[in-house]
């Protein structure tokens, strides 16, 4: 059999392989999201490649507009890519992205109704993020951080291991995510209130308590900072050129501390997250304050933290409970 589109024998031109519809229309909906939901350009790439996959798909398959996808052509999507390995979590978003965009194609009175509705990946195993225990974030922070031979050398070092140090304690204190962190200008923590102003994912700025062990760990930063920054920088945590430092930098410093304080677990700046959350939760059982603390839009991302711990709950139910208790004999 003559692969598919190879020229005819009686010499015709090639069938062209299929267009697929016009991508256009996508570029138009990701620059709609930017301006109205302020989409993180993160965010923007991951939906660029979903739209693509499914462009791929719909030109596959010979369908040439928005307007003949019709429900089972996602449902084959989304199995298609299921059988391929994609993540289920990835699919998630996939059908997120279509749905968002179909629904703008609706408000454009492009299309009559939305075909990927309806349409549901397949459901995703649990993942409870990982957390260290209250001991061993102690000595991550806390344990000996001699300076070791190579790369540390040299008369900044004793600077690097304060900034890192404080980089460390205002993760685990106030709970902030990577890109929070690297953001951070010298305005933005108040150490007479102690107190530290975020912005968070949507451009949502929240304010978030620090406490006494980061305040003391930033304040010897501070100190020590004019070493390596120059005058007219204004970003609180910088590298040895005095730029601000980035986020891969982090997490190198981050995993090399882990491994200089011995510690058996990859680390990583999210662990300190899912730590502060965790260790919280446990002493509060606040979930809406901890939701509040971590700036999640939503509860249901804060409530995988109640399974992390169950025999803590199950503990506080027999102690706490007047029907838990066995009678003494």
């Keep these: 059999m003559p692969p598919r589109n190879a020229a005819p024998e009686d010499g015709s031109a090639a069938e062209p392989p299929p267009a697929g519809p016009d991508r256009a229309p996508i570029e138009r909906w990701l620059r709609a999201l930017a301006v109205e939901r302020r989409l993180s350009a993160h965010t923007e790439r991951a939906y660029r490649r979903d739209l693509d996959a499914f462009l791929a798909f719909c030109a596959a398959r010979g369908i ?30 996939r059908l997120s992205a279509l749905r968002g965009f179909f629904g703008y194609l609706i408000r454009e009175s492009a299309l ?3 075909p990927a509705a309806d349409v549901r990946a397949p459901k995703a195993a649990k993942r409870l993020p990982p957390a260290l225990d209250v001991d061993r974030m102690t000595r991550l922070l806390e344990g000996p ?11 900044e070092a004793g600077v690097l291991m304060l900034r890192d140090r404080a980089i460390m304690e205002l993760f685990y204190s106030s709970g902030l995510r990577l890109a929070e962190l690297v953001g951070l200008d010298l305005g933005d923590l108040d150490l007479n209130d102690r107190t530290v102003r975020v912005l968070g994912k949507g451009s ?14 930033v304040g010897a930063w501070l100190a020590a900072r004019p070493a390596l920054a120059g005058p007219d920088s204004a970003a609180r945590f910088v590298g040895r ?12 410093r981050v995993a090399r501390w882990a491994r200089r304080q011995g510690l058996d677990v990859k680390a990583y700046p999210h662990l300190f997250r899912h730590s502060f959350a965790t260790h ?31 025999q803590h709950l199950a503990r506080v ?13």
Excluded: C, M, W
Excluded at 71 to 88: I, K, M, Q, T
Excluded at 145 to 155: E, F, K, R
Excluded at 204 to 217: F, H
């Design 64 to 93: 040439a507009s928005f307007a003949d996808v019709d429900e089972n052509h996602v449902r084959v999507f989304a199995a298609l890519e299921h059988r391929s390995g994609l993540d289920p979590r990835s699919i998630q978003r």
């Design 112 to 114: 009559p109704r939305n």
């Design 204 to 217: 949502k700025t929240r304010i978030v308590p620090v406490g006494a062990q980061a305040l003391a760990a």
């Design 280 to 310: 919280l939760l446990e002493s509060s059982q606040d979930l809406r304050g901890v939701q509040e603390l971590l700036g999640h839009a939503n509860i249901a991302t804060t409530q995988v933290y109640t399974h992390l711990d169950f």
């Design 241 to 252: 050129r005095g730029r601000r430092l980035g986020a891969r930098a982090v997490e190198l």
């Design 145 to 155: 951080a001699a300076t070791p031979p190579g790369h540390d050398a040299g008369p």
């Design 317 to 329: 139910y027999d102690r706490a409970h007047p029907r838990a208790r066995r009678r003494a004999r």
